[in-house]
């Protein structure tokens, strides 16, 4: 179930970028995490996981993903289906991360 709910875009949702992004701002790319936030809020699978997790997964995207992808998948461009690059499974680091979020409560 985990790995379903880690699917590349859902996964595009929680990537810091250095951790530069703040909770309401947004990094020099316009990637706001309270946007990417409220975005992950939206998926029916992803939804129901506690706020930590999805602030977790957000700052994730945010350092790994890319960030016009990103910015796409918040404007309604992309599907949340649709794979980011920077993080798909062949990214140990960033999966690692995500997996880490996902212990969190």
Do not use: H, W
Request: glycine letters at 8%.
């Amino acid at each position: 179930m985990l790995r379903k709910m880690l699917t590349p875009t859902l996964v595009a949702i929680l990537l810091a970028s250095g951790m530069s992004a703040t909770a309401c701002g947004s990094d020099d790319k316009g990637v706001s995490k309270s946007a990417l936030v409220a975005k992950v809020k939206e998926d029916p699978e992803l939804k129901e996981l506690p706020d930590a997790v999805i602030e977790c997964m957000a700052d994730v995207y945010i350092k790994y993903g890319d960030k016009k992808q990103l910015k796409d998948l918040i404007d309604g461009k992309i599907s949340s289906g649709q794979n980011i690059k920077g993080l798909d499974f062949g990214n140990k680091k960033a999966m690692a991360e995500i997996e880490a979020c996902a212990a969190k409560k």
